[in-house]
Nanobody, 119 residues
Framework: QVQLVESGGGLVQAGESLRLSCTPSGSIYSIGPMGWHRQAPGKQREFLAAITADGIRNYADSVKGRFTISRDNTNAKNPVYLQIDSLKPEDTAVYYC???????????WGQGTQVTVSS
């Protein structure tokens, strides 16, 4: 089992930056790719970015250039970060961390962290 805890959300003004963190615990050795999604009020959850254990990144076209995903493999807990620059009001959403296991078709989600961008 894997548990994911996000942090770093909050209320910010348009144009500012935020860095979200996701710290896994439990069976960390089993984790393969990790990523971030978000869900705005009244909308479906959408994929933002993902990163493999080897550092290969993948982004949704809508966030390329403003969002950067990274993974700290020097940290035993292997946290994942999402840097968001030039925040816009439409970035307001709950941001969720996601992890998938290497060998089994198991997926895990964090509880989410709220990001609110004021204009």
């Amino acid at each position: 089992q894997v548990q994911l805890v996000e942090s770093g959300g909050g209320l910010v003004q348009a144009g500012e930056s935020l860095r979200l963190s996701c710290t896994p615990s439990g069976s960390i050795y089993s984790i393969g790719p990790m990523g971030w999604h978000r869900q705005a009020p009244g909308k479906q959850r959408e994929f933002l970015a993902a990163i493999t254990a080897d550092g290969i990144r993948n982004y949704a076209d809508s966030v390329k250039g403003r969002f950067t995903i990274s993974r700290d493999n020097t940290n035993a807990k292997n946290p994942v970060y999402l840097q968001i620059d030039s925040l816009k009001p439409e970035d307001t959403a709950v941001y969720y961390c996601h992890a998938a296991e290497y060998l089994r078709d198991l997926h895990y989600w964090g509880q989410g962290t709220q990001v609110t961008v004021s204009s």
